[in-house]
């Protein structure tokens, strides 16, 4: 444990791991992610600037919480990211479905883990139940 100085308000902390950010400043900054996610619900359609002059916070912080999918937002609204893989606009997160499902057929292939087969789909007169007479 070292003691630093916070990067938000300059007080001394000890420092154990994370930002380098004290608790007295991650809980003002919690609580105005609650402010903040409250406003995204009641306006939907906002755009990122309004967010960011309305809640006074920085549009560098909105994005944080998008990538970190603590904010999500409609496909309505103006607010998106570039998935940080192939560049497709996406409304939370660091990549897109695509490229998240990609990934995880790689990192299966690497471990070794094999995809199940596919099962065939049963018609609906498979799925009926039968009595015996």
């Given at each position: 444990?070292?003691?630093?100085?916070?990067?938000?308000?300059?007080?001394?902390?000890?420092?154990?791991?994370?930002?380098?950010?004290?608790?007295?400043?991650?809980?003002?900054?919690?609580?105005?992610?609650?402010e903040?996610?409250?406003?995204?619900?009641?306006?939907?359609?906002?755009?990122?600037?309004?967010?960011?002059?309305?809640?006074?916070?920085?549009?560098?912080?909105?994005?944080?919480?998008?990538?970190?999918?603590?904010?999500?937002?409609?496909?309505?609204?103006?607010?998106?990211?570039?998935?940080?893989?192939?560049?497709?606009?996406?409304?939370?997160?660091?990549?897109?479905?695509?490229?998240?499902?990609?990934?995880?057929?790689?990192?299966?292939?690497?471990?070794?883990?094999?995809?199940?087969?596919?099962?065939?789909?049963?018609?609906?007169?498979?799925?009926k139940?039968?009595?015996?007479?």
């Amino acid at each position: 444990m070292e003691i630093i100085s916070c990067k938000s308000c300059g007080r001394l902390f000890n420092y154990v791991q994370g930002d380098r950010v004290c608790p007295a400043c991650i809980k003002k900054m919690d609580e105005k992610f609650a402010e903040v996610k409250k406003y995204v619900r009641d306006n939907p359609k906002v755009d990122i600037n309004v967010l960011s002059s309305e809640m006074d916070v920085s549009i560098r912080q909105i994005k944080r919480w998008i990538r970190e999918e603590r904010l999500c937002f409609t496909d309505e609204s103006p607010i998106g990211l570039n998935c940080e893989n192939c560049g497709t606009i996406i409304k939370t997160g660091r990549f897109c479905r695509a490229c998240k499902d990609q990934m995880t057929t790689r990192l299966q292939g690497a471990a070794g883990v094999k995809q199940p087969a596919a099962q065939p789909k049963k018609s609906a007169s498979e799925n009926k139940m039968r009595f015996l007479t």
